[in-house]
């Protein structure tokens, strides 16, 4: 493990090197706080939790987690950094894992910044502490999954932007794969097997129930192989475009 947290510490303190970490954890924290007392409705809903905060976390991960993510491999390719990078003694999976683990962990950060909300839920009533922990789990988790997506598609390309929208559009989609909007594009030519293993891939069917305090290890499972799926995808994509 030597080598992973070698890249992941080269990785994580890159994110400080320049203001960009700063804006972007700023970014994160008003949007976060907006949509939480402004379009959440916390206090009109009259209730001591955190529903109304973790309500928007898919679509503030759609928009921050591709901006994380495009630089992972985007940067390596068109600054021809990625060539040197892999001269060194590692392996490929244990640099793909490093800059994954970095930028999760920076997420993870940006993430844990919100614990001031926490504490004023519990100073303006008695919530179910159980309920909110599964949610901020429920949460990184589906980060995770975010960045892992982002990482294979930055790895695809060198432009920044290019990687930045297809990972917006793929997440999209996987957001909404369990919603009738995605599941009627398939329903009328696949049989229902097909539709139901759709269904599954939603990021927001997965999220919401654990975000609801139901920590189902399926749903646990479900984030942890889309992270080491697209994260094979990532090694196999950098495999294939070495000699680009």
């Given amino acids: 493990m030597s080598p992973v947290l070698s890249v992941f510490r080269r990785e994580f303190a890159g994110y400080f090197a320049t203001p960009l970490a700063a804006v972007f954890l700023v970014i994160f924290l008003a949007l976060a706080g907006a949509f939480t007392f402004y379009l959440g409705g916390f206090y009109e809903a009259g209730q001591a939790d955190l529903q109304a905060f973790f309500r928007f976390h898919p679509w503030l991960y759609l928009l921050l987690a591709p901006a994380v993510a495009m630089r992972l491999w985007a940067e390596e390719r068109k600054s021809g950094t990625l060539e040197l990078l892999l001269t060194l003694p590692l392996t490929l999976w244990q640099a793909v894992l490093g800059k994954f683990l970095a930028a999760w962990a920076f997420l993870g950060l940006a993430l844990a910044l919100t614990f001031p909300m926490w504490l004023t839920v519990a ?38 932007v290019v990687a930045f929208i297809l990972t917006v559009v793929t997440c999209l989609l996987l957001l909404l794969a369990g919603y009738p909007l995605a599941l009627d594009l398939v329903r009328g030519w696949a049989p229902q097997a097909v539709v139901d293993a759709v269904a599954g891939l939603s990021f927001l069917t997965h999220f919401q129930a654990i975000s609801r305090g139901v920590l189902d290890l399926r749903d646990v499972a479900f984030f942890l192989l889309c992270i080491v799926a697209w994260l094979a995808a990532t090694v196999l994509v950098i495999d294939m475009k070495k000699a680009d």
């Fill in 123 to 160: 100073w303006l009533g008695e919530p179910d502490h159980g309920v909110i922990l599964a949610g901020y789990l429920g949460s990184w988790l589906m980060a995770g999954a975010f960045l892992a997506v982002g990482s294979a598609l930055s790895a695809a390309t060198r432009s920044q």
